[in-house]
């Protein structure tokens, strides 16, 4: 198999038709960028401004690519489902990887377009790079109706609920940051509150389904001022919504706020009419896990995620090869 080509300059059909592929996927898994992303992808790939390697339809179809923010940079890579795509998958992988700048330290990669076996497959053999590791993550899914409206779950003493927009951007960030720090999550997202501020921008501008203000809260604790807790929810289609996001601040687990906060968001799908709530969690997230299987979550899919963080003394992926 010839390596793949550098995607500056590539007819504007082979890309159109990969990243049109890609985002079919990514919507089977409520996980579609929103706005005309497929178009200006196409024009930053051919252009250069975004970094990409391919194989034309013809040859299979694939393409691996990458957004930059500072030393960090999420990459994804994408292999049709046709023979071989493992191998497609491999070698654009490490095409993309091996042109980092010298400068990076950080990188994440999704794939789509080929079977969880085989992403667990190309994942692991990234992985032999020192600082590298494989993540899977669930798609977990609970039916909502028919059936009777759940019960409303009772507040938590000290705490008061309020709207998710009658909190800033920055809090609810600096929130999602207390909540998942040290963990694989955090890793993945990106460890700083600027990662979670640009998360949490992006699912309020309905950026990962339309935002569900109905849906979503936050706990306030009075004195000192400061949230605690919190759900965002979205729709992803007339009948199903996603919990994008539940947190709990690390000093308050233990309480059963986690557990209330879920359940008021699975009541409030209900309420609003949709049948079926979904989500993903990290596999390595075990507590989460049992909390969405014990509220009746069942996993329906899974993928895999690439990482690397550079270890000391190692100045470029590719020099661990």
């Known amino acids: ?37 497929v178009d200006s992808s196409v024009a930053e790939t051919r252009s250069g401004a975004k970094p990409a390697w391919y194989y034309p339809p013809a040859d299979g179809g694939g393409i691996a690519f990458y957004s930059r923010r ?39 990669v999704g794939f789509s377009g080929f079977d969880v076996a085989s992403e667990r497959e190309v994942a692991r053999g990234l992985a032999e790079r020192p600082g590298g590791f494989a993540v899977e993550r669930y798609q977990m899914e609970a039916v909502l109706r028919p059936g009777p409206i759940r019960p409303a779950p009772s507040v938590p003493e000290g705490v008061e609920l309020l709207p998710a927009r009658a909190a800033t951007t920055a809090a609810i960030a600096d929130l999602d940051a207390r909540a998942f720090r040290g963990s694989v999550d955090d890793l993945v997202m990106g460890g700083s509150v600027e990662e979670y501020t640009e998360m949490v921008e992006r699912l309020l501008a309905s950026g990962l389904g339309r935002f569900l203000d109905e849906a979503s809260i936050v706990l ?3 004195d000192p001022p400061r949230l605690v807790g919190g759900i965002l929810d979205a729709e992803v289609s007339p009948r ?14 233990g309480r059963g706020w986690g557990r209330f906060l879920l359940r008021w968001g699975l009541r409030a799908f209900q309420a609003l009419g949709y049948s079926t709530a979904t989500l993903w969690v990290t596999e390595s997230n075990v507590a989460a896990r049992r909390l969405y299987e014990s509220e009746g979550f069942a996993r329906t899919a899974s993928t895999v ?17």
């Open 70 to 108: 500072g030393p960090k940079v999420w990459g994804h890579v994408h292999a049709a489902a046709a023979p071989a795509a493992p191998e497609r998958a491999r070698r654009l992988a490490e095409a993309m990887l091996d042109a980092l700048p010298a400068d990076v330290g950080w990188v994440s």
């Open 240 to 253: 199903r919504g996603v919990v994008l996001d539940l947190m709990v601040d690390p000093a308050r687990r």
């Open 220 to 222: 306030y604790e009075p």
């Open 1 to 37: 198999m010839e390596a793949p080509r550098p995607a500056a300059g590539a007819s504007v059909d082979d890309l159109l038709e990969l990243f049109q592929s890609i985002r079919k996927e990514l919507e089977q898994r409520e996980e579609a960028p929103s706005g005309a992303w």
């Open 305 to 321: 995620l690439f990482h690397w963080t550079r270890p000391d003394g190692v100045p470029q992926p590719q020099t661990s090869r």
